[in-house]
């Protein structure tokens, strides 16, 4: 069929270039270990930091909710597909997270462009971190308001914009918590008593922060110890606690905005029986098995060590993400593609998720990681580092 030549043409300017990437199917489930291609290697590409993704507690709830409630909604929210379940879920998360109320969308994606599209109008700026996650950006272009961006975690840059915008009706500052591709975690403290002397409301992205910091893993408020001082919490369900979803931890007036005017959440179908069965589920697993976490950090440490100790950059990262600093885009396809030889898959991550020259193999160790898998993953990164001439 014609009429995508164009498109082909790029295609092919990116297999030249050595940074195209097929998807790669896992077949089996989500592990300290997967299996790739018939081959059992270490996994450090997941997202799945606590491995709830496989917790017995949340599977016999999610089939148990299958099994009384069936495998889907067959409606959106607003009309007809709220169960008694979703509204359950959503008390105990604002309760887990210390706020008056909580609203769960689609995804982190989802919620990040349902919040900033229908809270902000002309009348309006938002000042974002120039880091920020690609969802905030979608979401702010959705907007009719002023935009702003700071340097990134940088406290005079942010002062100086909120200077500027003092003739808005609602300055809104949105930040991740932890940023996805650095695993640095934001100035939390800064950031709020700017907006506090400034006069502005703060909106947290906590994708990679739930489950992660804070008090049984509530995110990086908690961990900074502001609770009822940030205005708009973000989370997923989809990482750290292993399942699907995005939410919303504010106040029950944004909550009953989000519903009648978060476009997202209006017109999508509410999340399956077994989804909500299995988020509710792993509420109490972060309550009553904080061992998870622990592990999580002590596993986090002695990589991180293990990569130091060999000379690998790492960048600035003060979480479980632990960029592995290539630079030349092609090179870090290269790296990967020798780690996967050697048993271990970690993806690279080049431009456009990051500049161009900046890329690096994103590692992210989880509690289910043994020391011994992970000396075994150190071990190839020596290796191929060695190899490449990177150390």
Known sequence: MKGFEYLQTQLDDMKKEGTFRELIPLESAQGSRVTIKGKNVIQLSSNNYLGLTSHPRMKEAANKATEEFGVGTGSVRTIAGTLTMHERFERKLAEFKHTEAALVFQSGFTTNQGILSSILTDEDVVISD?????SIIDGIRLTKAARKIYKHTDMTS?????KESGDYRTRLVVTDGVFSMDGNIAPLQDIVELAEKYDALIMVDDAHAS??????????????????RVHIQVGTLSKAIGVLGGYVASTQTLREYLIHKGRPFLF??????AVTAANDAAIDVLLEEEHLITKLWDNTTFFKQGLADMGFDTGISETPITPVMIGDDAMTHQFSDELFH????????VFPTVP??????????????SKEELQEALNAFEKVGKKLSVI
């Open 130 to 134: 120039e880091l920020n996650h690609a």
């Open 158 to 162: 942010l002062e100086e914009k909120l």
């Open 211 to 228: 489950g992660v910091l804070g008090d049984n893993g509530r995110g990086t408020v908690n961990h900074f110890g502001l609770d009822g």
């Open 268 to 273: 999508s179908t509410s999340h399956p029986p």
């Open 342 to 349: 050697e048993g271990v898959f970690a993806q690279g991550i």
């Open 356 to 369: 161009k020259g900046k890329g690096r193999i994103r590692t992210i160790v989880t509690a289910e990681h």
